[in-house]
């Protein structure tokens, strides 16, 4: 880059830095806290995804009605159209379970192995993830690096039955209804519900779920990255978000997104939609939860008799498809 860059980036960030300055006095005594975070957010995210176009812009390119997809020299081409098709196929799906509107067009970057994917966010090749969606844009690794199938038609069934592009997808979504001004356990939860009710895919259950040995609510948004079990901040959020539904009804985490985009604190609109503190839900949850791992007990020691139950397989089409065990890293 030529020397005016970084003087330009320097310029952008310190008119951010102060618009946020600026918002933030105002915002203090309005009815909006987070106003001053979502506006930054949302100049903050358009910065970052252009700035992801223009490192990207020599790579080949494909357009659909939805996506524009961008994917990695050396990368397979038919797995680049196999990742445009799927994630134009489940673009409804994902809009109807989660309403609301997402940009116009939004931008799929694919690599062609997990280092270069993990290269721009510092992680190493034993990362595990197989997508991520970071400031408007979905990167995802090609669906080759880690399925073992060679013919299309299977490569294409387990991309749609266990990739990541209707996880990402929901994780676009929530980030854009609620101008990013959300806990990392909402996004994580409601990204699997919406995964459950379009794919069938469930992640397995934490072997700490079953003792009840749940995170704190502050941690798991907090350093949700860094907590040792992943497996169960995975689990949890997904719990959380179908103890939300189940008590106060399936339409509230959506008034939490439209809440929260509105730039209500997560404690506000906690209280606008349910009632309660953020700290009386975790308290509900945890009873709730109780409960439903007693019953889960009862369950598993009734089918165990009959012989259907398989511990660790929460998703019974798992059971017999076992072609891969989809890691639990970050998505
Ligand atoms: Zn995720």
């Not at 080949?60 to 961008?70: A, D, K, M, Q, Y």
């Not at 309660?276 to 509900?284: D, F, N, P, Q």
């Amino acid at each position: 880059m030529g020397g005016w860059w970084p003087d330009r980036l320097y310029l952008e960030l310190l008119s951010l830095f102060l618009l946020c300055l600026a918002f933030l006095a105002i915002g203090r005594w309005c009815q909006y806290p987070a106003g001053p975070k979502v506006a930054a957010y949302s100049l903050l995210r358009t910065w970052q995804r252009e700035r992801e176009m223009r490192r990207t812009a020599g790579w080949p390119s494909l357009s659909g009605e939805h996506f524009t997809l961008r994917y990695q020299p050396g990368t397979d081409p038919r797995m680049a159209q196999l990742v445009l098709q799927t994630a134009e196929s489940y673009y409804q799906p994902v809009k109807d379970y989660l309403g609301g509107a997402a940009p116009e067009t939004i931008p799929l970057v694919v690599y062609r192995n997990r280092e270069s994917l993990g290269a721009g966010f510092g992680w190493g090749a034993e990362e595990s993830a197989m997508g991520v969606y970071w400031a408007g844009v979905i990167r995802i690794l090609s669906p080759s690096d880690w399925i073992a199938a060679r013919r299309p038609e299977e490569v294409a069934a387990v991309f749609r039955r266990e990739g990541p592009i209707v996880h990402e997808l929901a994780h676009l979504w929530v980030d854009y209804r609620a101008a990013g001004n959300y806990p990392r356990w909402l996004t994580e939860g409601l990204a699997q519900q919406v995964e459950r009710a379009v794919t069938g895919y469930v992640f397995p259950p934490a072997a700490a779920e079953a003792e009840g040995k749940w995170f704190p609510l502050a941690d798991l948004d907090r350093d949700f990255d860094n907590l040792g079990d992943q497996a169960l901040a995975y689990r949890q959020s997904l719990l959380l978000l179908d103890y939300l539904c189940q008590e106060y009804g399936a339409a509230a985490p959506e008034a939490l997104l439209e809440a929260l985009g509105r730039g209500r604190t997560l404690n506000q609109a906690v209280r606008d939609v349910t009632g309660k503190t953020v700290a009386a839900l975790e308290a509900g949850f945890r009873t709730w939860a109780a409960y439903a791992a007693v019953h889960r007990e009862v369950a598993a020691a009734r089918d165990e008799g009959s012989g259907r139950y398989r511990i660790g397989r929460q998703n019974p089409k798992e059971a017999v498809e076992d072609v891969i065990t989809r890691p639990t890293g970050t998505l």
